[in-house]
């Protein structure tokens, strides 16, 4: 069965450094996403994608981040200049429609700002 | 703004118990309804959705919802659980293209 796969499971970076977390999604859908839940709270939605832009965005996605289709099959989060803040678990999915028909979750990367 | 209220965190139960989760919405227009679970150490997995249709929806795993527009609410039930179904219960609706979750509830089911 297809599914959406992450790396690294785990990153541990410095405040301040930039990150990128990588994610491929299922090959023949067409929308992805990020999300993010630090601990204890929500998954929150970050962005959506489609055709090479960005579709949606919350208000958590700043500057700070950024999202990249940078071949056939990767998508990536890349988050500029981490802080503690940016400490989650973050998770990529991918649908083969609009209006969120069944997104398929990767397994996360959690990432440790310290 | 679409939100989703959980108002379960914790529930225990023995096997063979009968579950109903809860879960409210707050948006009242045309929604995109889901459960998603997530059984330890693994990721978000699809129970089950509701579109449109019949308000009673089965999914996977002998699971099922009911959506009731009056309410503003999408429960998730079974009538039997399992020791197997230990694991977090998220409900999530859709606003634009994104999947708006609540806090989740956490159950855990002792043999």
């Known amino acids: 069965e297809p599914e959406v796969t992450q790396t690294p499971s785990h990153q541990v970076t410095q405040m301040g450094q930039e990150v990128i977390l990588r994610c491929v999604p299922i090959s023949n859908h067409l929308y992805f996403y990020w999300y993010r839940q630090i601990l204890g709270q929500k998954v929150e939605f970050l962005v959506s994608?489609?055709?090479?832009?960005?579709?949606?965005k919350s208000e958590i996605f700043d500057d700070q981040f950024s999202v990249e289709r940078p071949d056939g099959s990767n998508f990536t989060l890349k988050i500029r200049s981490t802080k503690l803040e940016d400490s989650a678990m973050y998770f990529c999915a991918s649908s083969s429609a609009r209006e969120s028909y069944e997104q398929y979750f990767g397994p996360g990367t959690r990432l440790t700002v310290t | 703004a679409q939100s989703v209220s959980q108002h379960n965190h914790h529930v225990i139960l023995s096997e063979a118990a009968s579950l109903e989760l809860g879960c409210n919405y707050s948006?009242?227009?045309?929604?995109?309804l889901f459960w998603y679970v997530q059984y330890p150490g693994q990721h978000l997995q699809l129970l089950l959705k509701?579109?449109?249709?019949?308000?009673l929806v089965k999914g996977i795993k002998g699971f099922e919802a009911e959506f009731i527009k009056s309410k503003f609410s999408f429960n998730l039930r079974k009538p039997s659980v399992q020791w197997s179904d230990t694991a977090e219960y998220f409900c999530?609706?859709?606003?634009?293209?994104?999947?708006?979750f609540g806090k989740g509830t956490t159950l855990s089911v002792s043999s």
């Open positions: 999530a609706v859709t606003a634009g293209t994104a999947l708006i």
């Open positions: 509701y579109f449109s249709g019949d308000p």
């Open positions: 948006y009242g227009g045309t929604v995109n």
């Open positions: 994608f489609y055709n090479n832009e960005i579709s949606e």
